[in-house]
């Protein structure tokens, strides 16, 4: 049997995998990568170092890489979200019009610093460990700076 035949065979194990996952996006990226876990557990996997059969160790790979890959596309999100609305785009009549004056002029200390760091590119999280609150915190000050942003912003 060919490895093309084997990685083949465990297509169905990495469709199951999938769907117990509840990956409704992006499927063909992830039995992709089901297919590659695969692939590596197949060329690891050793009998005499491992209790287990070959397809419980290549379904414990596939579900490890699969899980790894929802955490990273989950911590680049956070991240690279764009804002949830569109307040704080600058729609100004003219060059003299500044966004982070009218945040010094509007935002407490604290809130202040939530707008510094967002736009440093700090994600949620890092802002709310500078901070020294908890995330929760961080989106209620979040909420608050975007709140009164947005008041001050001309329409």
């Given at each position: 049997?060919?490895?093309?035949?084997?990685?083949t065979?465990?297509?169905?194990?990495?469709?199951s995998?999938v769907?117990?996952?509840?990956?409704?996006?992006?499927?063909?990226e992830?039995?992709?990568?089901?297919?590659?876990?695969?692939?590596e557990?197949?060329?690891?996997?050793?009998v005499?170092?491992?209790?287990?059969?070959?397809?419980?160790?290549v379904?414990?790979?596939i579900?490890?890489?699969?899980?790894?890959?929802?955490?990273?596309?989950?911590?680049?999100?956070?991240?690279c979200?764009?804002?949830?609305?569109?307040?704080?785009?600058?729609?100004?009549a003219?060059?003299?019009y500044?966004?982070?004056?009218?945040?010094?002029?509007?935002?407490?200390?604290?809130?202040?610093?939530w707008?510094?760091?967002?736009?440093?590119?700090y994600?949620?999280?890092?802002?709310?460990e500078?901070?020294?609150?908890?995330?929760?915190?961080?989106?209620?000050?979040?909420?608050s700076?975007?709140?009164?942003?947005?008041?001050?912003l001309?329409?």
């Amino acid at each position: 049997m060919t490895v093309n035949d084997k990685i083949t065979s465990y297509e169905p194990m990495i469709h199951s995998i999938v769907q117990q996952l509840n990956i409704l996006y992006d499927k063909d990226e992830y039995m992709q990568i089901g297919r590659i876990a695969v692939f590596e557990a197949i060329n690891k996997f050793d009998v005499s170092k491992t209790s287990c059969s070959e397809s419980q160790f290549v379904f414990t790979l596939i579900r490890q890489r699969l899980i790894d890959e929802i955490r990273k596309v989950s911590r680049y999100q956070e991240r690279c979200t764009p804002v949830d609305n569109n307040s704080l785009e600058t729609h100004a009549a003219g060059d003299s019009y500044n966004l982070e004056n009218t945040a010094v002029k509007v935002l407490n200390a604290r809130e202040y610093r939530w707008f510094t760091l967002t736009f440093s590119g700090y994600s949620l999280k890092e802002t709310a460990e500078v901070l020294g609150v908890s995330v929760s915190t961080a989106k209620n000050i979040r909420k608050s700076a975007r709140d009164k942003l947005q008041r001050s912003l001309p329409h």
